[in-house]
């Protein structure tokens, strides 16, 4: 499996390949999920929190989230599908 922070920044795929945001991985590799949240990162926070595996995690992404967009999501699942991130086996990157 990937880092956690090329699984947050990844942008793609090429064949076998997590293609991964370079510049955003530098900038915000670091911050935790809620910090993402914070700044407005959205995807990249769900995807940490999914990376994490820890449902507490999860729950407070998903509680602020709602709040912030007006939404009601209520499990991971649906926001998998809104945001197009899925955990899977990949082991190589390419860091653009």
């Known amino acids: 499996m990937i880092s956690r922070?090329?699984?947050?920044?990844?942008?793609?795929?090429?064949?076998?390949?997590?293609?991964?945001?370079?510049?955003?991985?530098?900038?915000?590799g670091k911050l935790s999920t809620m910090q993402l949240a914070e700044r407005?990162?959205?995807r990249a926070a769900f995807s940490s929190a999914l990376y994490s595996g820890k449902q507490d995690e999860m729950d407070a992404f998903i509680k602020f989230f709602n709040q912030k967009a007006g939404t009601d999501y209520k499990d991971?699942?649906?926001?998998?599908?809104?945001?197009?991130v899925y955990l899977e086996n990949i082991n190589k990157t390419l860091v653009l």
């Not at 991971?76 to 197009?84: E, K």
Request: charged share 30%; no cysteine.
């Open 5 to 28: 922070e090329d699984f947050v920044f990844t942008i793609g795929f090429d064949g076998e390949l997590a293609v991964v945001d370079g510049k955003a991985k530098k900038e915000f």
């Open 40 to 42: 407005g990162l959205y």
């Open 76 to 84: 991971q699942a649906q926001l998998s599908r809104l945001f197009g």
